[in-house]
């Protein structure tokens, strides 16, 4: 029930981008770009969309054979 409540819509656009930067370090990039994916579409409003816009656009200049 509790990990419902955790991964329901509701999810704080922080805790998400914070999680995310924390994927990225783990050099677990896919699930790093899943949760930036989904603060920007859970919370396209939010200051952390427009982070996690910008980590992700960073991706695409950083490795542009990969693509995101």
Same mark, same amino acid.
């Given at each position: 029930?509790?990990?419902?409540?955790?991964?329901?819509?509701? /999810?704080?656009?922080? #805790?998400?981008?914070?999680?995310?930067? !924390?994927? +990225?370090?783990?050099?677990? *990039?896919?699930? @790093?770009?899943?949760?930036? /994916?989904?603060?920007? #579409?859970?919370?396209?409003?939010?200051? !952390?969309? +427009?982070?996690?816009?910008? *980590?992700?656009? @960073?991706?695409?200049?950083?490795?542009?054979?990969?693509?995101?």
């Amino acid at each position: 029930m509790l990990c419902v409540m955790v991964w329901g819509c509701g /999810e704080d656009p922080r #805790q998400l981008f914070e999680t995310a930067q !924390f994927e +990225e370090q783990q050099h677990n *990039r896919a699930h @790093a770009q899943e949760l930036y /994916e989904r603060v920007i #579409q859970q919370h396209p409003e939010s200051e !952390f969309a +427009e982070k996690a816009r910008k *980590r992700l656009e @960073a991706w695409k200049t950083e490795n542009p054979e990969e693509g995101t």
